[in-house]
């Protein structure tokens, strides 16, 4: 229980894996390169999708990073002080986000109707297996208060700039701290941590409603928020965990990071995969209890063709049924997994790997022939969708190695820091 | 004199001293002993070398019969028993019995977990010689005790003593049976 001196571990941070090497930009900007290749190749639409799939897939675990730090603060948590500064480094990536997200935007009002389908009036319904024009749909028209193209940019705008703004504002309190010790940054974050979590929980779900739900604008679903919070904490929570193992790995974390910290994660990695399998139900439950072809069409589309066959994107929805939620879940149920880095690391990969699937899932089968039938998931827009999430990725990755030189490595002045650093079991 | 015994207990002033004196009588070996302090004292488990609680696998296996019990509860009233079609579903889906089975698994975990305390951590525990002590109910205050049992194999009326005055233990008392 001797309370561990700060300032000896963090003088001087050791270096992470990757810091200075040029692969992360490198491999960001050739994926990008890729992604945008298939605008070429495969037509404007395939890359775009693939396109929003991967900023879908990376904003969500963005969004989780932020409501990591928040979570931290509100509830006063000592444990997670250590882990904390890491979030800060990776809450970094969303001024990135928002600069790759503009392309999106140009393309909404450049070629309308081209990802969200109700940006353009004249859309032909009949191309993905409706009839009539988004004009003429009265669906539209009655949601078109909200769903029109002027009011979609500046509530996309607000979205990066609520994420960017708290960001920078837990970023500046904490690395302040830092230099000054003073409580005040302390108590300014807590305050913004308590406005910050309703106004992150309001935008990321307005995102999900935006960016995936209108893809599909006849379709509603209350669960759609929360499914996208509950995807994006698993991805957060898995970073996080390979973070750790990682810097535990290189001694980066030695002395800082211990085995009741990592448990910790795991912890959490299995309660919010229980967490998102009760979401994930209860939205699928409820449709197909109350069988109603206003909703389950969504469904529908994504498990048989027109003609009754099997879709390929039933055996998708079964692979994240059990690969996502059931194997992950029993995994995780162990102590020894979630407490040594060797059996954790495989689990948090798998759960990035399928938190992915589960976004391709809710995003590409808005892509559909004229009979109405989803494009299938083994096509060439699979490769697009990947270039762009490596793109992206390693954007984010090379922002968090940006970031970590500029701040010690933990927060040493932080009221907690002795509690965190000494955190048991 | 030393057949009369129970066992020794021994005081300590702070969370650091317990700990270290924990850690010590573990490294000497001693199987029967335990410690008493007012809150839990974070990384003792460690400390004492103890094992992890078996709790956790009655609350697994309690967890397993409640799904099962739920799954099998609603098939045997909707498919079996009395076979009823409502709102034009299957007789029997394992969709809508996930809802009663997941309550079912949370409700027998938590029985497994109620009778892994009674089984393995042998609660309640209604008496205990350490109570006659008279330092002993400062444990719910503001002092820290280590027991060591007399039915120790390494028990032994001198030299146990000796141990717990040489590890720093305070008031050492001799409790009754």
Redesign the interface.
Known sequence: ??ASSASTYSSVPAAPALAGSSLPLGLGVAGLVVAVAGFFVDGPQAAAAGWLTALVFWVGIAVGFLFLIMLGYIFDAGWSVVLRRQLEHLVSVFKWLAVLFLPLLVLAWAKPGLLWHWMDPNFDLSTVGGHGTVGTDVLYGKKSGFLSLGFFTVRTVAYFGVWIGLAAVFRRNSFTQDADGEAKWTLSSRKWAAAGLALTAVSSTFAAIDWVKSLEYHWFSTMYGVWYFSNGMRGALSVLALVCIVGLARGTFTGVVNRTHLYDVGKLMLAFTVFWAYIT?SQ??LI??A?VPEETFWYNLREVLHDGAPSQWKWVGLAILFGYFLVPFLYL?S?KVKTVPRLLAPVAVWILVLSLVDVCYNVLPFRKDAAGDPLPFLSLQLVWTIAAVVGVGGICVWSYLRSFPTAKLIPIRDPRINESLS??? | MSEQIHGYLAAFDTPAEIMHAAEQVRDAGFQHWDVHTPFPVHGMDSAMGLKRSRVQRLTLLGGIAGFTTGMLMVWYMNAFDYPLIVGGKPLFSPLFAFPVSYELTILFAAFGTLGGMFLFNRLPMHYHPVMKAVTWPRATDDRFFVAIDADDPRFDAERTREFLEQIGGKDIAALEP
Request: proline share 0%; net charge neutral.
């Open positions: 229980m001797s139900f699928y439950f197909w209890n069988n149920l102590y955190h048991r079991e």
